[in-house]
């Protein structure tokens, strides 16, 4: 049964218009944006497909890429294009609204943006944000990229790019593409050499996040490892 004969109550666009875009699942809200099934299925039923293809994960969906979601039914390259520049459209509005405030008082924000950029990476990143003296971002740099099971991490590299930023403190981050946001032995044992460096140049670190699957990204300070 296609979506316009369903009841007007059920139907995702009239939810959305009635009870705001929280409300709706997941697939309910990519059905919005599919508009149509295809034959022998709604555009809901067809948007739950395209979760389950990715274990229900909108993250894996995000980062999918539009050469990959081009090739899965009832998307092809325009609205695979048009899904890859709604994610990017998404992102660049979080990290807009990140150089406006005080990250260190906008917690929530900091790891919402994180997880757009980073839970659906294959391959491991370490990357910073860096914070002038109002705590305000200046920027965000991807600093080192590795495999799936390591990445090479320079301190000299990353206090001569914490000069070069001219940050007062620094958020430093990395993904773990197994899905578990649990820091291990080396990650602890890099943050404390990190933070001793970047002490050297009055470079505060003020937090190492972990980026992993849909849960919230791990946070160093409140776990008491820094």
């Known amino acids: 049964m296609a979506i316009s004969d369903w009841p007007a109550a059920e139907r995702p666009r009239e939810r ?3 009870l705001g875009a929280e409300a709706l699942s997941d697939a309910e809200l990519l059905a919005i944006f599919l508009r149509v099934g295809i034959k022998g299925k709604s555009a809901v039923e067809l948007a739950r497909d395209l979760l389950t293809r990715f274990d229900g994960r909108l993250s894996q969906l995000a980062g999918a890429g539009p050469r990959t979601l081009a090739a899965l039914p009832g998307l092809g390259p325009a609205k695979a294009a048009q899904l890859a520049a709604t994610l990017e459209l998404a992102r660049r509005a979080l990290k807009e609204d990140l150089h406006s405030r005080d990250l260190l ?6 790891r919402d943006w994180l997880r757009l950029k980073l839970a659906a990476l294959p ?3 370490f990357g910073a944000l860096w914070l002038d003296n109002q705590n305000r971002l200046i920027d965000y740099d991807e600093l080192f990229r590795g495999t799936l099971s390591q990445t090479a991490v320079y301190p000299r590299e990353v206090v001569k790019q914490a000069l070069a930023r001219n940050a007062a403190a620094v958020v430093l981050v990395h993904n773990h593409p197994s899905g578990v946001a649990e820091p291990s032995r080396a990650d602890e044992v890099l ?3 990190l933070k001793s460096a970047l002490a050297l140049v009055d470079v505060k670190l003020v937090d190492h996040f972990v980026v992993a699957g849909n849960g919230a990204p791990l946070s160093f300070a409140e776990r008491g490892l820094l």
């Open 16 to 18: 959305l218009l009635a």
């Open 105 to 110: 008082g906008s917690p929530g924000a900091v």
């Open 123 to 125: 391959y491991e990143i």
């Open 191 to 193: 943050t404390q050499g």
